[in-house]
């Protein structure tokens, strides 16, 4: 496999739910990002990890909390979701080094949550 | 903070002309990145150019290339020879060139600009 790729591509929740988005990075890249696009809204950044630092964005409600056990996997935990949150949910990898911003983004396919 | 606009939300071009997307950005910063990115219906978003803002020369990736116009702030996409697979969504992003403390971040994104592409 190369690139990005996440899983499950759609997936279906009750509001009482429990579940997981995975994503996985072929790249060798030292950062990872969880985005939630919505329709008609430009993407929202919510989570990044990098080798040293989980960065959290403090809009993000805590019922959703990511997880990175190295620099190749990111999860994404959902539990007890409202139905404004059914999105895609796109995973994406850079390769990062301090001080610089030219590094590109690589993204998954995405998820798609759907809330009931 | 840096903002990101597309006026266009839609946008259609035949099949085999050209078309141009718009994108506008805000930034008191000298030196960044912007990107063109576009998203197919299989929902996997891919790059398709990066232009740097010390370099003056356009970027240019195939039937792709960009007008960069630094001091007026605007970054639009130019698609010619238009084919059906050029069908998507796009986005115009934007990043600081210098990161400091919590780099991984700042990526600005527009919108996006729904183009269709007709037969």
């Known amino acids: 496999e190369t690139g990005v790729t996440q899983t499950p591509r759609h997936l279906v929740m009750g509001m009482t739910n429990k579940k997981s988005l995975k994503c996985e990075q072929h790249?060798?890249?030292?950062?990872m990002y969880w985005y939630k696009q919505s329709a008609k809204k430009p993407l929202e950044l919510m989570f990044v990890y990098s080798l040293e630092e989980r960065v959290e964005n403090n809009s993000v409600p805590s019922r959703f909390s990511p997880e990175c056990p190295n620099s190749s996997h990111l999860f994404l935990h959902l539990h007890t979701l409202q139905p404004e949150d059914s999105a895609l949910y796109l995973c994406?990898?850079?390769?990062?080094?301090?001080?610089?911003?030219?590094?590109?983004?690589?993204f998954g396919a995405g998820s798609r949550l759907t809330v009931l | 903070a840096q903002t990101v606009t597309q006026s266009q939300p839609e946008m259609s071009v035949q099949e085999a002309e050209t078309v141009t997307l718009s994108c506008t950005y805000d930034t008191s910063e000298s030196d960044y990145y912007l990107f063109w990115y576009k998203q197919p219906p299989s929902r996997q978003m891919i790059l398709v150019i990066r232009?740097?803002?010390?370099?003056?020369q356009n970027a240019t990736e195939n039937r792709f290339s960009v007008n960069f116009q630094k001091a007026a702030k605007s970054f639009s996409l130019k698609i010619s020879d238009s084919q059906l697979g050029d069908a998507a969504m796009y986005f115009c992003?934007?990043?600081?060139?210098?990161?400091?403390?919590?780099?991984?971040?700042?990526?600005?994104f527009g919108p996006g600009t729904r183009l269709s592409v007709l037969p």
């Open positions: 994406a990898s850079s390769q990062e080094a301090r001080g610089t911003g030219a590094n590109v983004l690589t």
């Open positions: 790249l060798g890249h030292n950062a």
């Open positions: 232009q740097e803002a010390y370099k003056q």
């Open positions: 992003a934007y990043r600081s060139a210098y990161l400091l403390g919590n780099y991984g971040q700042n990526f600005v």
